[in-house]
């Protein structure tokens, strides 16, 4: 039952990092992962730092499974920007809101996405941007109508 709990606390604070690891690796090799991790750290009293000391081992991993670093520094930088109101800029390697989305409801993004150099600025008072670093690629990921 604690291995459950422990569980539940990486994927509450970590839901579109479990959802990639379970989508992408299969269940039972996140579960494997987990696993693993409880088997050289100690629980952790407060959700928050249980799963950042599983993203710490994920990191550490060295696992090569596409875009997991970036959907995880996302999350990070999401819940430390709540925690202390500073804005947050998160690289990434392809169009990052296809695959937020996707992973939001529960499924892989049907194509991998537009591949380019894309920053998600994450900031406390509203809604993330996202830009691309060349402006005349992000004027094709942002048509005018």
């Keep these: 039952m604690i291995h459950e709990f422990r569980g539940s606390m990486v994927v509450g604070v970590?839901?579109?990092t479990s959802r990639l690891l379970m989508l992408a690796l299969g269940p039972d090799i996140f579960r494997a992962l987990l696993g693993e991790f409880w088997k050289i750290?100690?629980?952790r009293q407060f959700a928050g730092s249980e799963a950042d000391a599983f993203a710490d081992y994920l990191l550490s991993r060295g696992l090569h499974l596409p875009q997991l670093e970036a959907v995880l520094a996302f999350e990070r930088a999401a819940i430390r920007t709540?925690?202390?109101g500073r804005p947050r800029t998160v690289p990434f390697g392809v169009a990052p809101l296809p695959?937020?989305?996707a992973l939001a409801d529960g499924v892989l993004p049907d194509?991998?996405?537009q591949p380019g150099?894309?920053?998600i600025e994450v900031r406390q008072d509203g809604p993330i941007h996202?830009?691309?670093t060349d402006a005349e690629a992000a004027s094709l990921?942002?048509?005018f109508h």
Excluded: C, I, K
């Design 99 to 101: 695959l937020l989305h």
């Design 117 to 119: 150099e894309y920053e």
């Design 41 to 43: 750290a100690p629980p």
């Design 141 to 143: 990921t942002f048509p």
């Design 111 to 113: 194509e991998p996405g």
């Design 14 to 16: 970590y839901r579109l």
């Design 130 to 132: 996202v830009r691309r």
């Design 82 to 84: 709540l925690q202390d």
